[in-house]
């Protein structure tokens, strides 16, 4: 087993740059005897535990003072059940990595989010999600888990075994124990026809509930300090692929969507009062455009500009009342915002701690450049998104506690009772998880 620390000081930070760690070590396990090893060691010099992926959480969900765990080494796919339609991968898998193995064995996975640097563990236990009419998040496409306790036991969950912890850990906010293998459900192979195109923001609130029934895929993002949105969506086709040119993909992905988006965005840190200016351009610079291709390669695109971000799930019949107070907030502040506000949708699941958990989802996902102050705004938009009962995503920045949650997710108590059984001595908590899911 490889134990090292993290860079001459120690230090552990997320991807954003707002979250430090200082683990009193770290341990990169080979294999699930010896993280099971290393969870034991931990108990007995009574340090806590906790498991980190790619650091691509807002939130200190993974930040510990303990033993950090890396799962570098556990990668890979474990077992391909086409009859099933069902993959098992070991959780420190980067999805970039099972995406690309996926489809060349021509199968995929349904639906996906908008990135793929993320490890599979990771992105499932903080309930990473795309935007779909009938197709959920990643963790709701899980068949499956192989989950470490507090003990340093191996439980195998799935809907026949151990279906209570199943429930709850394919969304655990690693705070049931370190997850060593997932099984998602996989398809064949299939192509995507996306449209991309600018709309009004009058236009597609007044017609959204039309454009979310016809399309499988829809999202868009309005640009604060104009009435301008950028529409994408992505609908099953025959073919034939029809992918984006590599001369143009890289003039919109990366030169205008990355590029000139961050120097867009180093400006209007600098000179705030030009924000407003910005956006007018930068919500006009992007054009119509309508490609072809597989799965991941539409559902996800490089994100190289860094940013903190806070994102709320409301019931979708909320979505557009939700969405013009946040309009008409921004619009009567002194604030200024450079970066588009996203929004998705996903249906009901039935996992404890989702956030689209027994309702019809929509999501609002607010931005601000790294660097960029941005309490003023995510705390107004938060006073927003809490008055229409609005459940935030867990790796992304809010001030919401376990008394909140006890409200907004009618199963909370479940999960809570599932952790005082599974970790009673908090071996796997942290300041983070005490807020959120009480002592």
Not at 142 to 168: M, R, Y
Not at 309 to 316: G, H, K
């Amino acid at each position: 087993m490889s134990t090292t620390v993290s860079g001459k000081s120690g230090t552990w930070r997320n991807w954003a740059g707002n979250v430090t760690a200082r683990p009193v070590r770290e341990v990169t396990p080979a294999s699930v005897e010896e993280l099971s090893a290393a969870i034991r060691a931990a108990a007995d010099e009574g340090l806590k535990v906790k498991a980190v992926g790619t650091g691509h959480s807002f939130t200190a969900a993974a930040a510990t003072d303990g033993v950090l765990i890396r799962p570098q080494l556990l990668t890979g796919i474990r077992a391909l059940d086409r009859e099933a339609g069902t993959v098992t991968v070991e959780a420190g898998t980067p999805l970039k990595r099972l995406n690309v193995a996926l489809a060349r064995e021509g199968l995929s996975l349904t639906n996906m989010g908008d990135i793929m640097e993320q490890t599979v563990s990771g992105a499932t236990s903080t309930g990473t999600h795309g935007t779909g009419r009938d197709s959920a998040s990643i963790a709701a496409q899980i068949k499956g888990l192989e989950l470490v306790t507090a003990d340093g036991s191996v439980l195998t969950c799935s809907e026949k075994e151990n279906p209570e912890v199943f429930a709850a850990a394919r969304l655990g906010i690693g705070a049931l124990g370190v997850v060593t293998a997932i099984t998602l459900s996989v398809e064949p192979l299939f192509l995507l026809t996306a449209r991309e195109e600018p709309m009004t923001f009058d236009r597609v609130t007044a017609d959204f509930d039309e454009l979310f029934a016809e399309n499988e895929h829809f999202e868009f993002y309005w640009f604060p300090h104009t009435g301008n949105c950028n529409t994408k969506r992505n609908n099953r086709s025959a073919g034939p692929e029809r992918p984006v040119g590599r001369l143009g993909g890289w003039i919109e992905d990366e030169f205008l969507s990355n590029g000139v988006f961050q120097v867009a965005n180093l400006l209007g840190r600098a000179a705030p009062a030009a924000i407003p200016a910005i956006a007018k351009i930068s919500s006009r610079a992007l054009s119509a455009r309508t490609y072809t291709d597989i799965p991941y390669k539409v559902f996800t695109s490089p994100r190289r500009v860094r940013f903190v971000e806070m994102e709320y799930a409301v019931a979708r019949e909320a979505l557009v009342d939700t969405l013009r107070e946040l309009k008409t907030m921004v619009d009567r502040s002194a604030l200024r915002v450079s970066f588009p506000v996203e929004v998705r949708t996903a249906p009901a699941d039935d996992i404890t701690l989702s956030t689209a958990s027994g309702r019809e989802t929509a999501y609002i996902a607010v931005h601000m450049f790294r660097g960029t102050p941005y309490q003023a705004y995510f705390t107004a938009a938060e006073r927003i998104f809490t008055a229409h009962e609005g459940r935030p995503h867990w790796g992304k920045v809010h001030t919401r506690d376990a008394e909140y949650f006890s409200r907004v997710y009618p199963r909370f108590g479940e999960f809570t009772a599932l952790r005082d059984r599974l970790d009673p001595d908090r071996r796997f908590g942290n300041d983070y998880l005490r807020r959120v899911l009480g002592s």
